[in-house]
T-cell receptor, first 110, second 114 residues
Framework: NAGVTQTPKFQVLKTGQSMTLQCAQD?????MYWYRQDPGMGLRLIYY???????DKGEVPNGYNVSRLNKREFSLRLESAAPSQTSVYFC?????????FGQGTRLTVV | AQSVTQLDSQVPVFEEAPVELRCNYS??????LFWYVQYPNQGLQLLLK??????LVKGINGFEAEFNKSQTSFHLRKPSVHISDTAEYFC????????????FGQGTELSVKP
């Protein structure tokens, strides 16, 4: 049972490049979330998906898009990366107050 | 707006001393409360959670927290810390009928010195 798997673990992008962060869970959960973690700011919610086929904005959605491809997978896309998007990104799968987090993606935009 | 405030960004403490990490949340509705720990370059690990019932919650690694509804607080305590407790600690809240969405505080860096 792998839980939540995020890829890649590390990425360096140039300003203006695009990329997609992948997240998959094998627990058959309905709800999935994308957070970003920045020093002194905790984890802030970017987007979430309460169920397959639905997505909603969180606290800091600007510059991001998401896709809930199926019940297992929830991807986060940066269409045109900016230095302000340098951060550590966490995917989470939550069901009945049980939260499972991926190991994180450390993204640097130069 | 719903929010979580961790009152101390950094807490330095000597080994074997007691520690309290403070957390307040803003809400007039029922909540679930959580504390997570993050060791350097790792993901988040659940320390403990309050869902209902007894207001004193015990977690892993000797930590405990007390839910105080009137003060909207959920402070984390440990009577005697170890060097290995050095980490960042996050308080989080989720609200009934919001599907488990977690709102996090800013984090508290606990630094345990010998």
């Amino acid at each position: 049972n792998a839980g939540v798997t995020q890829t890649p673990k590390f990425q360096v992008l140039k300003t203006g490049q695009s990329m997609t962060l992948q997240c998959a869970q094998d627990m058959n959960h309905n709800s999935m979330y994308w957070y970003r973690q920045d020093p002194g700011m905790g984890l802030r919610l970017i987007y979430y998906s309460a169920s397959e086929g639905t997505t909603d904005k969180g606290e800091v959605p600007n510059g991001y898009n998401v896709s809930r491809l199926n019940k297992r997978e929830f991807s986060l896309r940066l269409e045109s990366a900016a230095p302000s998007q340098t951060s550590v990104y966490f995917c989470a799968s939550i069901e009945n107050t049980e939260a499972f987090f991926g190991q994180g993606t450390r993204l640097t935009v130069v | 707006a719903q929010s979580v405030t961790q009152l101390d960004s950094q807490v330095p403490v000597f080994e074997e001393a007691p520690v309290e990490l403070r957390c307040n949340y803003s809400s007039s509705v029922s909540v679930y409360l959580f504390w997570y720990v993050q060791y350097p370059n790792q993901g988040l690990q659940l320390l403990l959670k309050y869902l209902s019932g007894s207001t004193l919650v015990k977690g892993i690694n000797g930590f405990e927290a007390e839910f105080n509804k009137s003060q909207t607080s959920f402070h984390l305590r440990k009577p005697s810390v170890h060097i290995s407790d050095t980490a960042e600690y996050f308080c989080a809240v989720s609200y009934y009928n919001q599907g488990g969405k977690l709102i996090f505080g800013q984090g508290t860096e606990l630094s345990v010195k010998p």
